[in-house]
């Protein structure tokens, strides 16, 4: 029958076939085009999958359907009304300029650090440490001065100078500690003089603090250089292996100044504790800051996913859990890593090791590589301490990304990707990092299918219209 009938096809009526042919195949191409940009899959598989496959018989075969899990309603609500913004943030556990990056650009000759990361951290500095009564005090004008310097040596010197105007400047031996000392040892020595000159002047402004709007932004700046001092002389013990040492210090730092959680403190005390592996103190920790009210960060998330990981890593198997299902508290620890994942994709590929680690940044991007480089930095050795853990990230991870809606167009747990995320991590990675990007999702085989119908189509109309009897002869053919 179609013998006959490509045998009485004429070069017009050929050609209206192609043209017709081309538009139709084109038509699906731009539908099933559209259907993945809105809804990440492919309609026609999802048809054939949801509607042929069950009369075909093939349900009995068909793999598990993966373990879906959604958010509380405040929470899917609150996600929603927050707009994905590029904000910057202090890196809680940033090193040390003098001890630590400098002696990694002494070994290797690469700057750990951008321009842009240390200019944000010089505006750090004089929002921290300076204020509009400085000029009363001799050394605090030099010191001012100091933190607007871009010259690691001028920044120095300008701190002896303030020492010698006066011995109890503060914020001159925290600026020796951060950048002249190069030891931990040595900037813990500083510290312990900045803590006892701070406590001092702390205590001058709280008595005077209501006298004047002038005295109250003097005794912000005290309280932001004292809260400073305190929490690197925690961060020294941890990294001097005096771990208690440490976290009582952080404790009594959150219990002394219980208004400045913007600072993060409890992320250096959740490090600390999964040092002691203390995980019924960290579980307290998470109970009390994974809320969805306050900016949720990558230490919180990934903690938490270890945490439910390390009840069922040691005895998972994918072989076995595919065979007899998920269990309860298998699915638990799964939900919690793909709502790590979600919140930060580049993560699971440095706690895998499948990339290079480089030294965190002094700022950070949430949600971006910056953070990502961060949080692995500290807690890679967290998660290869319990058994099984990574090998369960492993398994898991990947199953994300078919789950959550478009990328960067919705979200599920949490609000859209940030797609300037980039950009920013660009900035502030060093150039000899390679920055990872959003994994994209793999365009489905029947968009390349009509791909290919179309273009086929479209190529046989064209050969067609020009020469027309050759093609109905390769047509009847």
């Known amino acids: 029958t179609v013998t006959v009938f490509l045998s009485t096809l004429t070069p017009k009526f050929y050609f209206a076939l192609t043209v017709t042919s081309s538009f139709i195949s084109g038509l699906i191409f731009v539908f099933e085009w559209w259907h993945f940009r809105k809804y990440g899959t492919s309609f026609i598989e999802q048809v054939s999958v949801s509607h042929l496959r069950p009369l075909i018989g093939g349900a009995e075969n068909s793999p598990a359907a993966p373990v879906t899990f959604s958010a509380s309603s405040g929470e899917s609500e609150t996600g929603r009304q927050n707009l994905p913004e590029c904000k910057v943030w202090r890196n809680p556990l940033n090193l040390f300029r003098?001890?630590?990056?400098?002696?990694?650009?002494?070994?290797?000759?690469?700057?750990?650090?951008?321009?842009?990361?240390?200019?944000?951290?010089?505006?750090?500095?004089?929002?921290?440490?300076?204020?509009?009564?400085?000029?009363?005090?001799?050394?605090?004008?030099v010191m001012q001065k100091a933190w607007r310097e871009r010259n690691p040596q001028a920044r120095i010197k300008a701190a002896y100078q303030a020492l010698e105007l006066n011995n109890d400047c503060a914020t001159a031996y925290v600026l020796l500690a951060e950048e002249e000392a190069t030891t931990i040892v040595d900037a813990e020595k500083y510290f312990k003089q900045a803590l006892k000159a701070g406590e001092t002047i702390y205590r001058k402004s709280q008595n005077c603090h209501s006298q004047s709007p002038q005295h109250e932004a003097q005794l912000r700046r005290d309280t932001n250089v004292l809260v400073y001092v305190k929490r690197r002389l925690a961060m020294c013990a941890r990294k001097l292996g005096r771990i208690r040492e440490a976290v009582k210090m952080m404790r009594d730092l959150m219990k002394e100044f219980p208004l400045l959680s913007m600072l993060n403190i409890h992320e250096n005390l959740l490090e600390a504790?999964?040092?002691?592996?203390?995980?019924?103190?960290?579980?307290?920790?998470?109970?009390?800051?994974?809320?969805?009210?306050?900016?949720?960060?990558?230490?919180?998330?990934?903690?938490?996913?270890?945490?439910?990981?390390?009840?069922?890593?040691?005895?998972?198997?994918p072989e076995?859990?595919?065979?007899?299902?998920?269990?309860?508290?298998?699915?638990?620890?799964?939900?919690?890593?793909h709502r790590a994942v979600e919140f930060n994709p580049h993560v699971p590929k440095y706690l895998l090791e499948m990339k290079s680690l480089v030294l965190p940044p002094e700022h950070i991007l949430k949600r971006g590589d910056s953070e990502a480089v961060a949080y692995a930095f500290f807690h890679l050795q967290h998660w290869k301490r319990i058994e099984g853990a990574l090998n369960l990230l492993h398994c898991t991870w990947e199953g994300t990304f078919r789950m959550i809606p478009y990328p960067l167009e919705k979200g599920h747990l949490f609000y859209p990707y940030p797609s300037c995320t980039e950009t920013a991590d660009r900035e502030l990675l060093p150039t000899f990092h390679e920055v990872s990007v959003y994994p994209q999702k793999e365009l489905p085989f029947f968009i390349h299918f009509t791909a290919g119908l179309c273009s086929f189509s479209a190529m046989l109309a064209l050969l067609t219209h020009q020469f027309p009897e050759l093609m109905v002869v390769f047509g009847k053919a």
């Open 98 to 141: 003098g001890a630590e990056y400098s002696r990694y650009m002494w070994v290797t000759g690469k700057e750990p650090l951008t321009y842009y990361d240390m200019n944000l951290s010089a505006q750090d500095h004089q929002n921290f440490f300076t204020c509009d009564t400085d000029a009363l005090r001799p050394s605090d004008t």
């Open 273 to 317: 504790l999964l040092e002691l592996q203390a995980y019924a103190d960290v579980q307290a920790v998470l109970a009390k800051y994974d809320d969805i009210s306050l900016p949720k960060s990558a230490a919180i998330c990934y903690t938490a996913a270890l945490l439910k990981a390390r009840a069922v890593s040691e005895r998972f198997s």
């Open 320 to 337: 076995t859990a595919s065979k007899r299902g998920l269990s309860t508290a298998e699915i638990n620890a799964v939900e919690a890593i």
